[in-house]
């Protein structure tokens, strides 16, 4: 590997992760506010972060273990955020109101918005 | 109020003060990098990074103690078995951390033989205090971990958090005992010397931070304590799971067998996976709540918990953890800048989190706002952000210019050293430094004021930690 | 060796260097500390003298000081010893292409 390839290499990795994090962020945030511009923002997310795994994969020297270690966390990472949503949500169905009563009716609406687009 | 949230509070104000002193040696450290010769054979660079990497361990170490005794109390709901001696303790623990500091700065260290070990610096990262401080820490977190067992134990009850608090004290514990070795081998040192750090940082204290950020969400909205239960048994499987192995990533270079480049590049690739998940996690509980609480820093605090970890242990960390990319980057202000960012964001914030919870409570108030805290929270966060900014330019061209170019010798680093982005990046992360530090300051000021003027107008209603 | 670990230690060398590439960035890697170029060049009980002298009465290099942490010869000696049998040590080729500069 060049020391080149090295560095890019690296900041490859390190934005195929933060790719992520958005496409997290904005998966959430479109399922709560059920925003289309989120919602697209969800979508080109993840799609830097397959174009950068496939960078990775095409443009680098790793090792061809590591790639298929790269596309494996591209499906898991398209995974988590639909499947935590689902689990969160699930688990709150069957909470009880909030305790704090000064939110519980912000809470209680809000939760109830939630389990209908679930 | 129990006795035991006053330890609580005792604790959460020391680790303040712990903080601070870790900030102030941190500045220390990094002016040695732009200042040539500075404190040269009077206070030497190794004496101030030494307090620095200590002072963070304490603070964090004296932030967790304060947090489960503010907490074990009301999920009991009984005083803490074994307070008067934690009390006593506490004293004990401060007065021992106070004489390791002075012995660090005015003696610094001693000739190569058991005395030094024992009393002056035992020399291995994160371990430095003496191994006289190193038994007193095994007794205070050993009298800690009886606290929580034994009150849980006469409770005749335990709760999901606490059992699993409980299950990962004992571990915790038994991973100090390698602060005390003195291997010959640098190789067989390290590599049980990883045991404590990384079982500590990416593992066991991740375990810690989960129920203690648990109860704060209980205690601070109100959540349900089955969803946060189940949540906190997802989390630390996954953490678990994924951060034992990740041992490995530290296995690449020690001596050990290669072997551990399949098992560390491996686990330690899946670590972000659980930390995307807390951001869901956040960002559903934020979302769902408008971003509404009664205690808006610790609110937010929280929030920044989740962000702060995933940012600086996952993105910063998955870019260097690949071993052909660690082969380059391992060694340099690379790690500096992942380990800056990382510890803030799991850890730092968190605790920071629990001082406005715990401060709220104890003040009698109905939430807490104000501006001070909003500053505080911006100075810090921007700090950090910069530093670890200015690490990872740092550390990126050193991987470049040092290791893979300059074939790592003595010249390559000196002139390394040299190179115009490297002294610009020693400034500017004194200077974010300072921003930190500012924030700091605005953190203890708003500890000290906030609340202080509001009373509760209704009776304080307790957010009761439904089951 | 054991004297030359116990040396290391009482200095808290990793606080400011590091070895293997763990430890502190401020001062170089020792792990091939013993055949870097500087030194190599001598041969191993002159390579030895000169390490050892170094370290009793460090010098300033470039931007650089190493402070006298008033390393006593038979420390010195025994540290030396230490590294030499360190750079020994098969650490799966770190650091990589050791003193031999690359392209960029």
Redesign the interface.
């Known amino acids: ?4 390839t ?2 890019v ?3 490859l ?2 934005a ?3 790719a ?2 958005a496409y ?2 904005l ?3 479109s399922r ?2 059920d925003r289309r511009g989120l919602r697209i923002g969800s979508y080109l997310s993840y799609t830097a972060l397959s174009v950068i795994a496939a960078m990775v994969i095409a443009l680098t ?2 090792h061809a ?2 790639k298929v ?1 790269i596309a494996a ?1 591209c499906i ?2 398209l995974m ?2 639909p499947v ?2 689902r ?2 949500t699930r ?2 169905r ?3 109101k ?7 009716k ?2 209680d609406r ?2 109830a918005d ?1 389990f209908r687009r679930a | 109020m129990y006795r035991s949230q006053r330890l609580g509070l005792k604790y959460l104000t020391a680790s303040t003060v712990m903080f601070g002193a870790m900030i102030v040696f941190g500045l220390l450290s990094s002016i040695y990098y732009i200042q040539p010769g500075f404190l040269l054979n009077i206070f030497n660079f190794s004496s101030a990074k030494i307090i620095h990497i200590d002072g963070l361990v304490i603070w964090l170490l004296m932030g967790f103690i304060g947090s489960v005794y503010w907490f074990v109390p009301q999920e009991l709901e009984r005083e803490v078995d074994g307070i008067g001696l934690a009390e006593l303790l506490f004293w004990v623990f401060c007065a021992a951390v106070a004489v390791v500091v002075l012995v660090l700065i005015f003696v610094q260290y001693g000739a190569a033989n058991q005395w030094s070990m024992w009393f002056i610096n035992q020399g291995r990262k994160y371990v430095e205090a003496p191994r006289w401080a190193a038994v007193g820490i095994v007794v205070v977190a050993g009298v800690f971990a009886y606290n929580v067992i034994a009150t849980t134990v006469k409770a005749g009850r335990t709760t999901g958090i606490l059992t699993v608090l409980i299950a990962d004290l004992i571990p915790l514990l038994v991973l100090y005992f390698d602060a005390f070795p003195q291997l010959t081998s640098m190789s067989q040192d390290l590599f049980w010397w990883w045991w404590l750090v990384h079982l500590w940082v990416e593992a066991t204290w991740e375990v810690l931070i989960g129920c203690i950020m648990a109860w704060t969400l209980i205690h601070m909205v109100g959540a349900s304590r089955r969803v946060v239960e189940s949540w906190l048994y997802v989390q630390v499987a996954l953490v678990l799971g994924t951060g034992i192995l990740g041992l490995g990533h530290h296995y690449f270079w020690i001596g050990t067998p290669r072997y551990w480049f399949a098992i560390g590049g491996v686990f330690s690739a899946f670590e972000p996976l659980p930390l995307l998940g807390m951001v869901v996690h956040a960002v559903y509980d934020a979302g769902s709540r408008h971003l509404q609480a009664a205690n808006r820093p610790a609110f937010f605090w929280t929030l920044a918990e989740a962000f702060g970890n995933f940012l600086g242990a996952g993105v910063f960390g998955f870019m260097m953890t690949l071993p052909q990319i660690n082969m380059y980057s391992h060694g340099t202000q690379w790690t500096a800048s992942h380990g800056h960012f990382a510890f803030w964001g799991a850890y730092g914030c968190g605790v920071i989190a629990v001082l406005y919870l715990a401060l709220e409570k104890s003040r009698g108030c109905n939430g807490l706002d104000g501006r001070a805290w909003k500053w505080s929270f911006a100075l810090l966060n921007l700090g950090i952000l910069g530093m670890a900014g200015a690490l990872l330019v740092a550390g990126i061209d050193q991987a470049f210019f040092e290791r893979a170019v300059g074939g790592s010798t003595w010249n390559a680093y000196l002139a390394m050293q040299g190179r115009p982005w490297f002294i610009e990046s020693m400034w500017a992360r004194f200077v974010f430094g300072l921003v930190f530090a500012a924030g700091y300051a605005l953190l203890v000021y708003d500890l000290l004021a906030i609340g202080k003027s509001q009373r509760a107008a209704v009776p304080q209603v307790t957010a009761a930690a439904g089951s | 060796m054991d004297k030359g670990k116990l040396v290391i230690q009482s200095r808290a060398c990793i606080d400011c260097h590091t070895f293997f590439g763990n430890g502190a960035y401020y001062a170089p890697d020792l792990t091939r500390d013993w055949l870097d170029p500087v030194c190599a060049r001598y041969a191993g009980p002159k390579r030895a003298d000169r390490l050892a002298k170094f370290l009793m009465e460090p010098l300033r290099l470039g931007a650089r000081a190493m402070p006298n942490l008033h390393i006593q010869r038979d420390e010195a000696e025994a540290a030396v010893a230490y590294l030499k049998w360190m750079s020994a040590i098969d650490t799966n080729g770190f650091p990589d292409r050791f003193g031999a500069p690359t392209a960029q």
Do not use: N, Q
């Open positions: 590997m060049t020391p080149r090295m560095v290499t690296a900041l990795l390190g195929f992760v933060a992520a994090g997290g962020l998966y959430c945030l709560l506010r020297p790793l273990g590591w270690l966390s898991a990472y988590i955020p935590t949503w689990y969160l688990l709150h069957g909470e009880k909030s305790h704090d009563p000064r939110f519980a912000h809470a809000h939760f939630l």
